[in-house]
T-cell receptor, first 114, second 115 residues
Framework: AQSVTQLDSQVPVFEEAPVELRCNYSSSVSVYLFWYVQYPNQGLQLLLKYLSGSTLVKGINGFEAEFNKSQTSFHLRKPSVHISDTAEYFCAVTFTGGGNKLTFGTGTQLKVEL | DAGVTQSPTHLIKTRGQQVTLRCSPISGHKSVSWYQQVLGQGPQFIFQYYEKEERGRGNFPDRFSARQFPNYSSELNVNALLLGDSALYLC??????????????FGQGTRLTVV
């Protein structure tokens, strides 16, 4: 079975500082990896995705993530955060043979402070 | 173009009642999936439909059912509501048959509170 682990439930960071949100996955088959953002009382918005090719993926709002197959990780990074980045971030996977059913992690609450 | 629309946005039900949630996918999208997001958790997959046929089902009891209509809109039904069914219910649509490398677009969700 596939699973996603987001070890950090909350990450506080000061504005303009860099941030990394960690994501590790477990799967016996090939996976595709996604990061979604959820603002309060809203649905999910796709930040970026890794399907194939370059392991460094750039997304919206200045976010990027790197796929590391040997470490089964897909950490999300931003070099300089803004107050507006305060939100819940979810890492998710789909897998070969599973349609586009998403398996999500438990989420990381990013809180950007002045 | 309109995104994925869900209705209602909020509702309150009593234990034992039944509820129907509705979802309209993005125009041209034929695949609809439903997810349950309990407070403080990631979304959990409930169902996927493509061309009116069920393509996948998550680990949910038979009290949960869904269907997809010829216009590709979908309904999620939950019978005999329990307090634990209180959650944000998310609908997602995608283009084509829902291959693993296709993006899912989410609606704003329906917040269900069971009292």
């Amino acid at each position: 079975a596939q699973s996603v682990t987001q070890l950090d439930s909350q990450v506080p960071v000061f504005e303009e500082a860099p941030v990394e949100l960690r994501c590790n996955y477990s799967s016996s088959v090939s996976v595709y990896l996604f990061w979604y953002v959820q603002y309060p009382n809203q649905g999910l918005q796709l930040l970026l995705k890794y399907l194939s090719g370059s392991t460094l993926v750039k997304g919206i709002n200045g976010f990027e993530a790197e796929f590391n197959k040997s470490q089964t990780s897909f950490h999300l990074r931003k070099p300089s955060v803004h107050i507006s980045d305060t939100a819940e971030y979810f890492c998710a996977v789909t897998f070969t043979g599973g349609g586009n059913k998403l398996t999500f992690g438990t989420g990381t609450q990013l809180k950007v402070e002045l | 173009d309109a995104g994925v629309t869900q209705s209602p946005t909020h509702l309150i039900k009593t234990r034992g009642q039944q509820v129907t949630l509705r979802c309209s996918p993005i125009s041209g999208h034929k695949s609809v999936s439903w997810y349950q997001q309990v407070l403080g958790q990631g979304p959990q997959f409930i169902f996927q439909y493509y061309e009116k046929e069920e393509r996948g089902r998550g680990n949910f009891p038979d009290r949960f059912s869904a269907r997809q209509f010829p216009n590709y809109s979908s309904e999620l039904n939950v019978n005999a509501l329990l307090l634990g069914d209180s959650a944000l219910y998310l609908c997602a649509s995608s283009l084509g048959a829902g291959l693993p490398n296709t993006e899912a677009f989410f609606g704003q969700g329906t917040r269900l509170t069971v009292v």
